[in-house]
């Protein structure tokens, strides 16, 4: 099985778990996300470390270990990503399943169980023509205040939303045209996402346009862009405090 296969199989067959846990409705939202976190990271991690014994591994419900630094390929998942919006029955929330090789997001998985859709980056879809006035994704409960100033500048529409696998599957799948993040995130919140995003043709990078770099001893990431490649001279603008020509025409 290829990697790009891997990550999809793995991805969905997480996502429909998840589902499976949620729909038993026998805890509370707090409780339902902490049991859906620990059921789909045994899975995840036991899966991978039988496919790919010889790979690094990274999650975010696992204790870290030193050892990935040394390997060249390093899976970095996310069993939940949006534990809130899964506890409250939600739809925006997802499951990451990245490769990094040699630090760079190259392949990636991201199942949107809510919506029965697994977006992978060996078969990703094609882009929609962009709306106007255009859409950016946000947090539903703090949206950073570059990106509002960001989105002013642009005449965009901001579309608050739960989870950052959800929020970048939105660029990817043609409901909004950026997502400019600067509220710090780490290493699985974004691999997965990046590796689909990227594969689509979109430009992924830190909001200062330097590469996204995965596998480091410090897993914190401060920002990320993803965005459609004709707005990434407006959109730095924008960050600049600049003005900009009209990124729509």
């Not at 029955?89 to 490769?99: E, F, I």
């Not at 990636?108 to 029965?116: E, Q, T």
């Not at 962009?130 to 509002?148: D, Y």
């Not at 596998?215 to 707005?231: F, S, T």
Request: hydrophobic letters at 45%; a negative charge; aromatic letters at 4%.
């Amino acid at each position: 099985m290829t990697d790009g296969a891997l990550a999809a199989h793995l991805a969905q067959v997480t996502g429909a778990l998840l589902l499976t846990v949620r729909e038993s409705r026998m805890c509370s939202a707090h409780t339902l996300g902490k049991a859906g976190d620990q059921t789909a990271n045994q899975f995840l991690i036991h899966a991978l470390r039988e496919q790919r014994p010889d790979d690094g591994l990274l999650s975010e419900e696992e204790k870290d270990s030193p050892d990935r630094l040394s390997r060249e390929r390093v899976w970095i998942v996310d069993p939940v990503d949006g534990t809130r919006e899964y506890g409250e029955g939600r739809s925006d929330w997802a499951v990451h399943v990245g490769l990094a090789i040699d630090g760079v997001a190259t392949v990636g998985a991201v199942a949107l169980p809510g919506l029965g859709v697994t977006v992978r980056s060996d078969a990703p879809p094609p882009l929609l023509p962009m709306q106007t006035p255009l859409r950016m994704v946000v947090s539903r409960s703090r949206p950073a205040a570059e990106a509002i100033s960001v989105a002013t500048a642009l005449g965009a529409v901001l579309v608050p939303m739960g989870s950052a696998g959800a929020k970048a599957m939105a660029v990817v799948r043609g409901e909004a045209e950026i997502y400019l993040h600067t509220g710090g995130q780490y290493e699985w919140d974004s691999c997965a996402p990046v590796a689909v995003a990227a594969a689509a043709g979109l430009h992924v990078s830190r909001v200062d346009g330097s590469p996204l770099v995965y596998n480091r001893r410090d897993v914190y990431m401060p920002d990320l862009l993803i965005c459609r490649a004709e707005l990434v001279p407006a959109v730095f603008a924008a960050l600049r405090g600049r003005p900009a020509d009209n990124p729509v025409g």
